[in-house]
């Protein structure tokens, strides 16, 4: 898997938009761009994924440049609960049988 | 859909005995889960790849004879930590996806306390 560098922790105002940047600059062809939150003692959660265009769901965007070796995750509207720690993850593929490799993410604190 | 249900969620044995954690996935076939295993203010690292009906393969590093990874359907793998020790006192959590799809879901995690 690619190796991905992510901010060690960030700061966003309740209401605002959380931008959150990941590079993954070895990232190859077949990788997808996963994006993984983890609130305290909690088990991750699955936020979002892309291969190369811009996605977005219930939860979030992604945006992914066009040479692909970066992404930001926007959170358009941060509340309170979406203070956690944001993983990005780099990784092969659908299926059922990729590993991915998590690395320390960022803590995002949202501040009333 | 795609629940993945881990039990038990917080755990205390003690040093020497072995301790059985169970992950489910509830409306979904699981060929293949993942345990990790995450210290304080730790990063989640990958111990081992469960797969039905076969051996486990287990990451650089991981004694598969301590930690004990059967899957015997396609619902339920567990991992059981052998002869624990307090240095095995850690947060295990087990993860699954759904064939065909995209992203994976988590368990709860378990907290285990070796004393």
């Known amino acids: ?112 | 859909g795609a629940v993945v249900s881990q039990h038990p969620s917080r755990v205390i044995c003690k040093s020497g005995t072995s301790v059985k954690i169970e992950c489910r996935s509830l409306d979904f076939q699981a060929t293949t889960m993942f345990w990790y295993r995450q210290f304080p203010k730790k990063s989640l690292m990958l111990m081992a790849t469960s797969n039905e009906g076969s051996k486990a393969t287990y990451e650089q590093g991981v004694e598969k004879d301590k930690f004990l990874i059967n899957h015997a359907s396609l619902t339920l793998s567990t991992l059981t930590v052998t002869s624990a020790h307090p240095e095995d006192s850690s947060f295990y959590i087990c993860s699954a996806g759904l064939q065909g799809g995209y992203g994976y879901t988590f368990g709860s995690g378990t907290r285990l306390t070796v004393v």
């Not at chain 1, 761009?33 to 291969?51: E, F, N, T």
């Not at chain 1, 509340?79 to 944001?86: G, K, M, P």
Request: with cysteine; proline share 5%.
């Open chain 1, 1 to 112: 898997d690619a190796k991905t560098t992510q901010p060690p922790s960030m700061d966003c105002a309740e209401g605002r938009a959380a931008n959150l940047p990941c590079n993954h600059s070895t990232i190859s062809g077949n990788e997808y761009v996963y994006w993984y939150r983890q609130i305290h003692s909690q088990g991750p959660q699955y936020i979002i994924h892309g291969l190369k265009n811009n996605e977005t769901n219930e939860m979030a965007s992604l945006i992914i440049t066009e040479d692909r070796k970066s992404s930001t995750l926007i959170l358009p509207h941060a509340t309170l609960r979406d203070t956690a720690v944001y993983y990005c993850i780099a990784a092969g593929g659908g299926g059922s049988n990729y590993k991915l490799t998590f690395g320390k993410g960022t803590l995002l604190t949202v501040n009333p």
